[in-house]
């Protein structure tokens, strides 16, 4: 036990130490070099602000499961729940997706390209052994072998959640605290299972990320964009594949759980563009979640504090789930996604209602927007 202890408090520290430090040397570099997220009618930022927080999210998260990995293997007798091959996938994985995230944030590469690399690692991520297996269905209790589905499911997760937190990345403090809440809760619940190794992993990365919401929580001093997004996206959707096989059945409710609100995100984007406006799924726009929150008069803060707060009663019966894994406990699982699947429509409706429809209130938006633009610029020529 004290050796996890040791090992944990490492390899989680040495994230969060590392990306301290790292962070705010990103942010001088991109203030000289003039590394900024450009600002257009679609995005939230006013000002220049730089977009390689992913950087240090990263460079630190790759010290941290390095350091894991490298003092697991001293004490070989001791089961950690991730072995060489899984460890180099995963590291493969991230490293691809974070090249893919860092070119896409200055070289705008195409969606089929995006998808081609993305899909090309997530196999090499099912071939080493991370996917869902089986799954428990309720009520009957009854373990259903996934067989051969288990590999297109396992496959439409993975891409799907890594695209699901990159899309939902568009406000301060929004994707990596609820990035943060889903591997807390990941780590929390494989520390009631006794996954050593998988808990490490997840608080591991919460670190990093913790590191960096002290830096991007408004107003922001710096994104974590495309590279970050990407890299933390594809990180929440393994690291539940990765835990004790006994317990396979029962992660995929948790893994839908705790990362619920970008899936219903997705979805409802799928849905907007692809059916209504008839458009590519990849076409942008300004009417994910936060966006109609903050059309709707919400601040900032306000539409985090409602978000942290859903995240919170989310990973909540994700606990309770893990802890006793019975029908009531999975039943409020289920009633908590119904809730936010609720909290979801009733947001589009008022988003179509009162803001939508509503020429008057598009206008003093967009007056309101012009004013803080205006601020922050004299506020920027005041400085220099």
């Known amino acids: 036990m004290e050796f996890y202890i040791t090992l944990f408090l490492i390899s989680v520290g040495s994230a969060f130490l590392s990306n301290i430090i ?3 040397i990103l942010i001088a570099l991109a203030r000289k070099y003039q590394w900024y997220d450009s600002t257009n009618e679609r995005k939230i930022h006013i000002s220049p ?16 499961i390095s350091v894991f990995f490298f003092l697991s293997q001293q004490r070989p007798e001791i089961e950690v729940g991730l ?39 997530t196999v090499i991520l099912i071939s ?9 269905i309720p009520f009957i209790q009854y373990t259903l072998p996934l067989g051969l589905f288990s590999y297109p499911l396992t496959f439409i997760w993975i891409v799907g959640v890594s695209n699901a937190i990159n899309l939902i990345d568009g406000m301060d403090g929004l994707a990596g605290g609820l990035s943060c809440f889903g591997l807390v809760s990941v780590g929390l619940y494989s520390l009631v299972l006794n996954d050593i190794g998988l808990s490490i992993l997840a608080f591991t990365l919460a670190g990093s990320l913790l590191a960096f919401l002290i830096f991007n929580f408004p107003p922001a001093k710096i994104f974590m964009g495309d590279a970050g997004s990407y890299v933390v996206g594809l990180t929440l959707a393994v690291v539940p594949l990765a835990n004790n096989p006994q317990y396979d059945s029962v992660t995929l409710y948790l893994a839908i759980t705790v990362c619920i609100i970008p899936i219903f995100d997705t979805f409802s984007s799928m849905i907007r563009r692809m059916f209504f406006y008839r458009v590519s799924f990849f076409t942008p726009d300004k009417e994910h979640t936060h966006h109609k929150m903050l059309n709707l008069g919400l ?13 919170a009663c989310l990973c909540g019966a994700a606990l309770l789930w893990s802890l006793y894994q019975t029908d009531w406990s999975l039943m409020l699982i289920v009633c908590v996604w119904g809730a936010v699947g609720i909290f979801f429509l009733a947001l589009s409706h008022d988003f179509k209602k009162y803001f939508k429809n509503d020429p008057e209130a598009q206008r003093f938006y ?7 633009i205006k601020a922050a610029q004299k506020e920027q020529n005041e400085s220099k």
């Open 83 to 121: 072995d060489a091959v899984k460890f180099a996938a995963l590291v493969t994985a991230i490293v691809g997706i974070f090249i893919v995230g860092i070119c896409d944030d200055y070289l705008n590469l195409s969606a089929k390209l995006k998808f081609g690399i993305q899909a090309l690692l």
């Open 49 to 64: 602000t730089p977009r390689i927080g992913g950087v240090g999210v990263f460079i630190s998260f790759i010290i941290g």
């Open 128 to 136: 080493s052994g991370f996917r869902f297996k089986e799954i428990y």
């Open 299 to 311: 601040s900032t803060l306000q539409v985090l504090t409602i978000v942290y707060l859903i995240c």
């Open 366 to 372: 967009e007056l309101k927007r012009q004013q803080q």
């Open 22 to 24: 790292i962070t705010p």
